[in-house]
C-alpha cells in the first residue's frame, strides 16, 4: 500500500541506518511534487536506478514558495501521490524550509536533483549551493537526471488557475512581450541605487478583539480584548521595502519626544536602512490604534493618536538645510507623505527643487480627508497614488478615470504616473505614451493596509531605471499581491519572494 511507504522523519532515520548496514544504496530526492507529472515520473525513475532504495522527502506546506496560491495540494495529498510510485521505496515529510537538515539525517549516498538545477547560478534561491555544500560535508554524492524539463507551475497555471479569463488572456499577452529574465534583471539593477525616503512615521497598533454585545447603558458595541499587535508602517513600512531592493536606504522622519517608540522602531527597521530622525517637540511619535475583530480580521474602527501641526519653525528649517546638503547624494528621492505634518510646505518645494529624481505618494485618510492632495506637488517625475486620492484632487466622484490621469500627469509633468485601482489594478501614464492598464493578480486579501506603500517603494524604483511603464505595473501588482496577503506591515516585501511570483506569473 502507497500508505506504508510514508514514514515519519525520525522513524525513515534508523530505517535508512539498519539498510546500509544492509549494503544498500540509499538515493535521495527531495521537492514540492505540487502536481505529479510525466518530470516528476522520469525524474524519480532515473533517480531510482542510481541505487536500491529511493528516498523522497516533500517540502511542508508553509514553505511551499511556487507562487499565489501554492501548494495546489496540501502535503499529504502530495506524499501519498508520490509513493504510489513503484520507483519509490520511502516518502517522508520534511521539516524545514530546505533539504540541508534532512540530508544530515538521511545521509544518502547519492542526492539527485533534476537536470535543471544542473548550473547553481542559475538557482535563484542559492538553496542548490547550500545543498552542495551539505552533500560534500556528508560525503555523499550530487548527481543530475537526463530529461525533458516540465513544471508543475506551468501546468497549474494552465489548467488550474484561479485568475478570471481576462487576467489568463492579460497574462498570455504579457508574456509575448517580455521574457522572465529580462524582469530579474531589471530587480537585480536596482541593487546598486542609493535612495532617500522621507515621510510621516506610523505606527499600526492592532487590538484584536471580539463582539460580546451592546452595553446595557448606552448603544455601543461591546467588545473583548484578545491580543495586539504593533507594526512598524508609514514610512518606516517604505524604508524597509526598499531596503530589500536597493543598495543604500536613507530614511528622513519625524517622532514626537512623548512616547517617541524609538527603539521599537529602530529594532523593526532594515539593517540596511541609516535612519535620521527629526523630533517634533510635545507631541507623540504618531500612533494608528485599530480595533479588529479577531477571526475576520474586519477592522471596527480606529484612533489616531498624533500631533499634526508639524515641526517648529527653527527644526523645519534645519531640517530644509540638511536636505539642500544631502539629497544631492542620493540617486532618488522617495516621498510617502500621509499628510500628517512630517514633510512641510517648504520641506516640499525643496524635495522638488532639489531631488534628481523624485517619486510620490499622497495619501488620503481619515487625519487629512479633504486637505492633502497629491498637487501640493508641483512636479514630480514618478507619482503612484490611488484611485479614490485622484477623484479626490479633482473634486469627481463618477468622471471616467482617463482623463484624469492625463491631466494631473500633464500638471505635474510626470515621467510615469501610476493610478492604483485595487481589484481593478492600476493605470499606468508615461508622458508620451498611452494609457495603459494591468490587471490586479490579488487573490487572497489578508489585510490592505501597506499594499499601496509596497506597490510605491518597488515601482518607484523600477520607474528611476526607466523600466516600460507596462512592466512598472505588472511589478507593482505583483508586489501588490503580496502585500496584501500580510496582515498589517509585519514584514516587507524581499526581493526573493518577488522573484518567485513573478516566476510563478511568468510560467
Known amino acids: 500500500m502507497p500508505s506504508d511507504k510514508i514514514i515519519a522523519l525520525e522513524k525513515l532515520t534508523e530505517i535508512v541506518t539498519g539498510l546500509r548496514k544492509q549494503n544498500q544504496k540509499i538515493i535521495h530526492c527531495h521537492g514540492c511534487f505540487d502536481l505529479l507529472h510525466i518530470g516528476h515520473i522520469r525524474y524519480l525513475q532515473q533517480a531510482k536506478q542510481m541505487g536500491d532504495i529511493l528516498i523522497v522527502t516533500i517540502t511542508p506546506d508553509q514553505y511551499v514558495d511556487k507562487g499565489p496560491r501554492r501548494p495546489a495540494f496540501n502535503a499529504d495529498y502530495r506524499a ?95 508574456r509575448t512581450r517580455y521574457n522572465l529574465e529580462e524582469i530579474i534583471a531589471l530587480l537585480n539593477q536596482i541593487s546598486s541605487l542609493n535612495v532617500l525616503v522621507i515621510g510621516d512615521t506610523i505606527l499600526d497598533d492592532y487590538h484584536y478583539c471580539h463582539a460580546i454585545g451592546t452595553s446595557s447603558k448606552d448603544p ?87 500631533d499634526d501641526s508639524g515641526l517648529s519653525a527653527d527644526k523645519d528649517i534645519a531640517l530644509r538645510n540638511w536636505l539642500k546638503e544631502k539629497i544631492k547624494n542620493y540617486d532618488m528621492v522617495i516621498a510617502a507623505d500621509f499628510g500628517h505634518g512630517a514633510i512641510s510646505d517648504r520641506i516640499r518645494k525643496t524635495l522638488v527643487d532639489k531631488a534628481p529624481f523624485l517619486a510620490v505618494n499622497t495619501q488620503a485618510n481619515a487625519g487629512n480627508r479633504g486637505f492633502h492632495t497629491v498637487s501640493r506637488y508641483h512636479q514630480a517625475d514618478f507619482v503612484s497614488i490611488a484611485e479614490h486620492e485622484i477623484r479626490l484632487e479633482m473634486r469627481d466622484t463618477k468622471g471616467q478615470i482617463n482623463p484624469m490621469v492625463e491631466k494631473i500627469s500633464d500638471l505635474m509633468c510626470c515621467d510615469c504616473f501610476v493610478l492604483t485601482r485595487g481589484k481593478r489594478g492600476c493605470v499606468i501614464k508615461s508622458k508620451d505614451g498611452p494609457i495603459i492598464e494591468v490587471p490586479a493578480f490579488a487573490q487572497t486579501v489578508v489585510d490592505r493596509i501597506g499594499a499601496g506603500d509596497a506597490f510605491l517603494s518597488v515601482t518607484a524604483l523600477a520607474a528611476f531605471l526607466k523600466a516600460e511603464p507596462e512592466l512598472i505595473g505588472f511589478i507593482g501588482n505583483a508586489v501588490g499581491a503580496l502585500a496584501v496577503e500580510i496582515l498589517g506591515n509585519q514584514k516587507a516585501i524581499d526581493k526573493m519572494s518577488l522573484q518567485k511570483y513573478l516566476t510563478a506569473l511568468m510560467k
Open 80 to 174: 501519498e501521490a508520490i509513493a504510489s510510485l513503484d520507483s519509490v521505496d520511502y516518502v517522508t515529510l520534511n521539516k524545514w524550509p530546505t533539504a540541508e537538515e534532512a540530508l544530515r539525517l538521511l545521509r544518502p549516498d547519492v542526492y539527485v536533483k533534476g537536470s535543471d538545477f544542473k548550473n547553481a547560478a542559475s538557482d535563484p534561491t542559492g538553496k542548490l549551493v547550500q545543498e552542495e555544500k551539505i552533500v560534500k560535508e556528508i560525503g555523499a554524492e550530487l548527481a543530475f537526471t537526463e530529461d525533458i524539463v516540465f513544471s508543475s507551475t506551468n501546468l497549474i497555471n494552465r489548467f488550474f488557475t484561479m485568475f478570471p479569463e481576462e487576467t489568463q488572456q492579460y497574462l498570455k499577452i504579457f
Open 220 to 306: 455601543a458595541l461591546a467588545l473583548q480584548y484578545e491580543s495586539h499587535d504593533l507594526f512598524a508602517g508609514g514610512v518606516l513600512a517604505v524604508a524597509n521595502h526598499v531596503a530589500n531592493f536597493a543598495g543604500k536606504v536613507q530614511l528622513v522622519t519625524v517622532l514626537g519626544t512623548n512616547e517617541s517608540y524609538e527603539n521599537f522602531i529602530r529594532s523593526k527597521l532594515h539593517p540596511n536602512v541609516d535612519p535620521y530622525f527629526v523630533y517634533q517637540d510635545d507631541a507623540p511619535t504618531l500612533m494608528k490604534r485599530r480595533f479588529v475583530e479577531g477571526y475576520s480580521l474586519n477592522k471596527l474602527f480606529e484612533v489616531y493618536i498624533m
